[in-house]
């Protein structure tokens, strides 16, 4: 937090006085060297501003609904109002009913049930370690309830009829690892459940191509597609797993001239492509599919008229899947087993539809917006700026997509400096690309 320059004088000349820590319980009898005295009164020095890591500051914020160096509040925030202030969080994980949304550089985890309003928040603030056991004990007494974890001791402590405080203690050092306000028990929220060890990624990329309102209903997909994908885990993917492992994936073609131009640069390179092709164009540029297949790319389906599945029934859906597969046979002679929605639009007729022609979902982690803000740079930078172990990286390789061709060189060449190994979706999802 930045304070003001008299505040931070303060703070200073307190240090030198005492010779210790503003978290240290030591030395507090300690006196100050006298002051020289004056006829006139001195000047009142405003008192410095409250630590907020402090245990005693810590507690009367917890029993505002807060925690340290947030303005966000147990069951009055709601998540728009989160989202809006600090973006999307780097990752998302459930834990029986509750989302717990990650966002790494305030070092705060977000509990939440339906987005309406949070039910748990939790800091993990290094600040936090300084406080000991005894120092809570000290101020609040015996914990209402204490539960031993692998490494770890839970301190709980009741403010009111509607919050809870949790200390989580590492057994090793005695002190503070994270702290969790929760809301009462009816919430259903865990206060020491661990999240658990999935590696779900947030979907990245900018454009400044995009108007206010499209960027906030991109926002917003982007978190409710990744909400419904860890429903349908195996069924529908977004990233692979930790390894330093990434996929290149290209939607919407073939076409006579960039579909080519790009499966150039991958065989140039020695790295594998997955293609997500649109049945109808597959059967207008045969020979650019036999180019992609021959030359070891993955050719999967896109649909067979780029049109929006979730506006079909089921039936409708499953007469599309299987009109784009046969297009594709007709060509390679294998029927894909791995689909990419247009738009990325999936929901439970989708998955239904998918499931029972024997197809997964795949969605992606990066987007390169390509056919948004067309600038070969903007591309590239949406990649190398974002990318992480397990991204599947989303580009196009229709008509209008030339500075795509001209990014991919770019893109692969700093991903293999960086040490990534640029593979195919079977080989990062470890998943069969035909039936």
């Known amino acids: 937090m930045k304070r003001q320059t008299n505040t931070t004088k303060t703070v200073i000349l307190a240090l030198l006085l005492t010779a210790c820590s503003p978290f240290s319980t030591e030395n507090e009898s300690a006196q100050a060297p006298p002051v020289a005295q004056s006829e006139e009164p001195l000047p009142q020095t405003p008192p410095a501003e409250k630590n907020p890591f402090e245990l005693a500051v810590l507690i009367d914020l917890a029993r505002d609904g807060k925690i340290p160096h947030t303005s966000f509040v147990v069951t009055k925030t709601t998540m728009d109002e989160v989202e809006q202030a600090w ?7 459930q834990v029986g009913g509750i989302w717990y949304a990650v966002y790494e550089k305030q ?78 028990a009816d919430q259903g929220a865990d206060p020491s459940a661990s999240i658990p060890e999935t590696y779900d990624l947030a979907i990245k990329g900018e454009s400044n191509q995009l108007s206010t309102k499209a960027k906030q ?67 207008e540029n045969p020979e650019v599919v036999q180019l992609a297949e021959k030359s070891g790319h993955l050719v999967l389906g896109h649909s067979y008229l780029h049109e929006d599945l979730t506006t079909k029934n089921l039936q409708g859906i499953a007469a599309d899947l299987i009109q784009t597969e046969n297009e594709i046979e007709q060509v390679i002679g294998k029927k894909p087993a791995l689909l990419r929605p247009p738009f990325g639009e999936t929901d439970e007729q989708v998955v239904k539809a998918a499931k029972q022609n024997g197809d997964t979902i795949i969605l992606w982690s990066i987007d390169t917006l390509d056919w948004s803000q067309k600038e070969a740079e903007n591309i590239r930078k949406n990649v190398m700026d974002n990318v992480r172990n397990g991204d599947i990286i989303l580009m196009h390789s229709n008509e209008d997509k030339s500075e795509t061709a001209n990014a991919v060189p770019m893109i692969i060449s700093e991903l293999q400096q960086q040490g990534f190994e640029i593979v195919g979706l079977d080989t990062l999802l470890g998943v069969k690309p035909y039936k």
């Open 87 to 93: 973006g999307q969080p780097d990752k998302l994980d």
């Open 107 to 184: 070092r705060v985890t977000i509990g939440y049930q339906d987005r309406k309003h949070l039910v748990d928040l939790r800091s993990a603030h290094p600040d936090l370690q300084r406080i000991s056991r005894d120092q809570i004990m000290d101020m609040l007494g015996e914990a209402e309830h204490i539960r031993k974890l692998p490494n770890e001791t839970v301190l709980s402590y009741s403010l009111d009829e509607s919050l809870s405080l949790r200390f989580i203690l590492s057994d090793e050092r005695g002190r503070v690892d994270h702290v969790s306000l929760l809301a009462s």
């Open 217 to 283: 209903n991109m926002d917003r997909w982007r978190n409710e597609i990744r909400q419904f994908a860890s429903k349908h885990r195996d069924e529908v993917y977004i990233n692979g797993p930790n390894k330093k492992q990434v996929a290149l994936t290209f939607d919407d073609g073939p076409d006579a001239t960039v579909t080519p131009a790009i499966i150039r640069t991958l065989d140039q390179y020695g790295v594998k492509g997955s293609f997500f092709f649109v049945g109808s164009r597959v059967k």
